[in-house]
């Protein structure tokens, strides 16, 4: 029912910084888990950050940990990721999705492109 919009993809050399954001639309995601994922060109989608309602309640996948932050603006209905110290091998589309607690992460964006050259 919670529609998802990224959007702050770019391209940037490496160690340099975006920050991505996952806003929703036709109903708050407030009650929901919201986490970012990444698909690499011929990978398989990978797990990157989640943020709980609590917001000490996080979690990262472990190549991004001290580089990537995640974070939620609740008044605005928005998720963000700030990325850091950025590598080649963060390029990828991310994906933001959401959940209720207990339940699978069945809403999802339409992705946003970032490319991290060298």
């Known amino acids: 029912q919670v529609h998802l919009v990224e959007s702050g993809g770019g391209v940037v050399q490496a160690g340099g910084s975006l920050r991505l954001s996952c806003a929703a639309s036709g109903r708050t995601f407030s009650s929901y888990a919201v986490a970012w994922f990444r698909q690499a060109p011929g990978k398989e989608r990978e797990f990157v950050a989640s943020?709980?309602?609590?917001?000490?309640?996080?979690a990262y996948l472990g190549s991004v940990k001290g580089r990537f932050t995640i974070s939620r603006d609740s008044a605005a209905d928005t998720v963000y990721l700030q990325m850091n110290s950025l590598k080649v091998e963060d390029t990828a589309v991310y994906y933001c999705?959401?959940?209720?607690?207990?339940?699978?992460?069945?809403?999802w964006g339409q992705g946003t492109q970032v490319t991290v050259s060298s």
């Open positions: 999705a959401a959940r209720t607690p207990g339940g699978n992460y069945a809403n």
């Open positions: 943020i709980y309602r609590n917001v000490g309640e996080t």
